[in-house]
């Protein structure tokens, strides 16, 4: 798989904020979404926002509505999730991931994506 590059994440306490980038210029593949998973220890990936980089459309797990909020740069190269009102259960490692996708219902899907961050630990301490 490419290597899209992760940058972010840390150590906050409950009630903070961070900022995650990603950049993806590193994916060869074709992509029209960009997206962020993240994955908790012994807990399966599950998505936690995602944008269409043609239109700007944003999705969200109903985790991360309200909190979160994903964007990307004009061309298409860097995704960013910024996240507040962050909470104890918010701590996993985050990846970013970029795909082409035909339906994005399918958001949420790992496999639906062909490049991957190697991920960045967010922990949140009560």
């Known amino acids: 798989q490419d290597q899209l590059v992760e940058s972010g994440g840390g150590s906050v306490q409950a009630g903070g904020s961070l900022s995650l980038s990603c950049e993806a210029s590193?994916?060869?593949?074709?992509?029209?979404?960009m997206a962020w998973f993240r994955q908790a220890p012994g807990k399966e990936r599950e998505g936690v926002a995602a944008?269409?980089?043609?239109?700007?459309?944003?999705i969200y797990a109903d985790s991360a509505k309200g909190r979160f909020t994903i964007s990307t740069d004009i061309r298409g190269n860097m995704a960013y999730l910024q996240m507040s009102s962050l909470k104890p259960d918010d701590t996993a490692v985050y990846y970013c991931?970029?795909?082409?996708?035909?339906?994005?219902?399918?958001?949420?899907?790992?496999?639906?994506?062909?490049?991957w961050g190697q991920g960045t630990q967010v922990t949140v301490s009560s």
């Open positions: 991931a970029a795909g082409l996708l035909w339906d994005g219902g399918r958001w949420s899907r790992v496999e639906e994506y062909t490049c």
């Open positions: 590193g994916c060869t593949y074709a992509r029209n979404y």
């Open positions: 944008i269409s980089t043609s239109s700007g459309r944003t």
